[in-house]
């Protein structure tokens, strides 16, 4: 049989991606809710947040090793699998992921070590800031990261010539046509996933009757932040969808369904896509709303997928489903939402079991959209690695072979199952262990450093905590 080393590594780089953005998708958000947990114990003096940040601390750090670990392998692939596209586009991806690292990387690496030894031997201020420290590393590296993304979707401040890229100006580079929306998407879309993970952990504790003070507070913070960025989010999502349209109309045919140039579009509720006979089968949909969606008006034309070149078309199927169920779950984000504000206002939104397990329910939504949207965006690039200059084919490494490309993937698929449940299995046991298990929990006079005089802080700082 043979093995296409260009099909095993674009599933190598799939599967390694898939995984990976799952860490940063929770910690982005987790990492500003700390901080914000840290903020209310600084100011109120209440031990309950103190005990909120130590215990979601402890996931937030199982769960960045767990990114890091995953990350690493994809600069790896690179060189062993994509050394053509890591040739051509090095003026661009060498500098990007090097600001990534410099600004963000340390950034975070050196202010978690405070966030999670020094809470005993720096002042509480200094604590804080550690925090919010971290929080801005994980924004920083949304930034880079994205940018770099965003750029090999819509390039800009580039000259390509002779199979380089070379930067005419980092501005337009960084700054494309599409980094802002992505940005603001993608930001939005892991403040979600965080909440409902840290919605699923409360409404489990306030089903059992367990830690009910941390419980409430964990549960109302996170349907407060869900009731602004769900809706929010379906805006930001018609933005990403109004620029993609611009800049990538085939994607955006392969998402909706279409494959004829329609003037007054139907948006399809359903559909089976075919792409071999080029048509949507059993189509269900809703008469002109996705010419009014995406051009404005209820007779505006969009184009079929019919009306790109054979070897120029994304696979329809695949964005067709993963699109809807990205959309779909975006509006049970905001039903939930809507439910929690009126139970908020009957005063039962703590009581209500039902809406409890239902919490439960949502934990992994986050993580599917996440996951769904990327496979929109990446797949929907097809056949481009950069968008109208570099072909997938003329990316992957000439001297790679079928059966090397197929042994480091199921080495890494027998890697990442080990680390996935190794960490899953550790922080289910903090979860069930709760924020309450930490006997080293103490009163405000007597957690963290507080130097009567402001320079004899480094010396109190160095000694061991009692």
């Known amino acids: ?129 550690a925090a919010i420290m971290v929080a801005v590393g994980t924004f920083l590296s949304t930034f880079w990261i994205l ?19 070379y930067v005419e100006s980092w501005a337009a580079a960084i700054f494309n046509p599409s980094f802002g929306v992505r940005f603001l998407h993608m930001v939005t879309a892991a403040f979600l996933t965080t909440a409902f993970f840290v919605i699923a952990v409360g409404g489990w504790y306030l089903l059992k009757g367990k830690f009910r003070g941390p419980a409430r507070i964990m549960f109302s913070m996170s349907f407060w932040l869900v009731a602004v960025l769900a809706p929010a989010q379906i805006i930001f999502g018609d933005m990403h969808g109004l620029n993609t349209f611009e ?12 494959w004829e140039t329609h003037s007054g579009a139907p948006l399809l509720l ?47 199927p695949v964005l067709f489903w993963t699109f809807r169920i990205m959309v779909g779950i975006g509006f049970v984000m905001a039903g939930m939402a809507m439910i929690s504000l009126i139970l908020r206002w009957r005063g039962t939104l703590f009581t209500a079991h039902w809406f409890h397990r239902l919490s439960i329910a949502t934990l992994p939504l986050g993580f599917l959209a996440v996951l769904t949207g990327w496979i929109t965006t990446e797949m929907g690039r097809y056949p481009w690695v950069v968008y109208g200059y570099l072909r997938l084919e003329d990316a992957v490494t000439p001297s790679l072979t079928g059966p090397m490309a197929l042994a480091s993937l199921l080495i890494y698929i027998v890697v ?3 680390v996935f449940s190794a960490g899953a299995y550790y922080i289910a046991r903090i979860i069930q262990s709760g924020p309450d298990d930490d006997p080293a929990i103490a009163s405000p006079e007597t957690t963290g450093a507080h130097p009567k005089r402001p320079l004899s802080a480094p010396e109190e700082s160095l000694s061991p905590a009692e």
């Open 1 to 129: 049989m043979d093995l296409d080393p260009l099909l095993i590594s674009r599933i190598q780089f799939a599967f390694v991606v898939s995984f990976h953005i799952l860490f940063p998708a929770f910690t982005i958000g987790l990492a500003s809710f700390i901080a914000v947990l840290e903020g209310l114990y600084y100011k109120t003096d209440d031990p309950v947040y103190l005990r909120l940040s130590r215990f979601w601390t402890k996931i937030f750090a199982v769960s960045f090793g767990m990114g890091v670990v995953s990350g690493i392998v994809m600069s790896f692939q690179f060189g062993t699998n994509w050394s053509e596209f890591a040739y051509s586009a090095s003026n661009i991806f060498g500098p990007l992921l090097a600001y990534e690292v410099v600004t963000a990387f340390f950034l975070e690496a050196t202010f978690l070590g405070i966030l999670l030894f020094g809470r005993d031997r720096v002042p509480r201020g200094v604590h804080l800031f």
């Open 147 to 165: 940018a770099a993304n965003s750029w090999m979707q819509t390039p800009a401040g580039i000259d390509y010539r002779d199979g380089m890229f």
């Open 416 to 418: 990442y199952a080990a």
């Open 247 to 258: 800049n990538q109309p085939a994607k955006v045919a392969a998402m909706e369904g279409h």
């Open 270 to 316: 359903f559909g089976l896509p075919d792409q071999e006979a080029e048509v949507t089968r059993y189509s269900l949909g809703i008469p002109n709303l996705a010419s009014l969606i995406l051009t404005h008006s209820l007779d505006g034309e969009v184009p079929g997928l019919s009306s790109f070149a054979p070897d120029e078309r994304p696979y329809m």
